[in-house]
């Protein structure tokens, strides 16, 4: 009888063995599979302040500055963003969303090259109101955002 205490005892360490090292495997697996997916937002400002490395992929967020749009040949399209403290160039090849305009909020993906970044994509606000939860975030932090939903005091 005490062999088969001992037995149910040891069999019970085993299968907790093999769950805490499948556990650890799955995440292990789970964060090499994003470590390409994952794209850090920063500012116009922080990305003045603290340039990332060269090739590094993040996301940027801010307005697109006043006056700053230059259609060039083809689809290539310059422009500057900005949160109303720094102002990054950006160059876009492709096709801009239709509601990407100047002074309107944009969030792009790409990465820096000799100071400039390079999209690889480009998202604007979709209606009148919306602007990404980061790009807010940033122009608050900067003293410059204004809700459209909150009236003027």
């Known amino acids: 009888m005490a062999g088969l205490k001992g037995l149910k005892k040891q069999r019970?360490?085993?299968?907790?063995?093999?769950?805490?090292?499948?556990?650890?495997?799955?995440?292990?697996?789970?964060?090499?599979?994003?470590?390409?997916?994952?794209?850090?937002f920063r500012s116009p400002t922080q990305v003045v302040e603290q340039p990332p490395e060269?090739?590094?992929?993040?996301?940027?967020?801010?307005?697109v500055e006043e006056g700053s749009i230059i259609r060039g040949q083809g689809e290539t399209v310059t422009f500057r963003v900005t949160d109303m403290n720094q102002s990054v160039p950006?160059?876009?090849?492709?096709?801009?969303?239709d509601l990407f305009a100047e002074g309107q909020g944009?969030?792009?993906?790409?990465?820096?090259v000799d100071g400039t970044f390079q999209a690889t994509e480009i998202l604007a606000k979709h209606d009148e109101t919306y602007m990404p939860k980061e790009v807010v975030d940033a122009l608050k932090e900067q003293g410059v955002y204004v809700d459209p939903n909150q009236p003027d005091s």
């Open 54 to 63: 060269s090739g590094e992929v993040f996301r940027i967020g801010g307005l």
């Open 12 to 40: 019970r360490i085993q299968i907790i063995a093999l769950a805490a090292v499948a556990l650890l495997g799955a995440t292990g697996l789970v964060g090499y599979a994003m470590r390409d997916g994952i794209n850090f």
């Open 106 to 112: 944009m969030v792009g993906t790409g990465s820096m």
């Open 90 to 97: 950006v160059a876009y090849t492709g096709v801009l969303p």
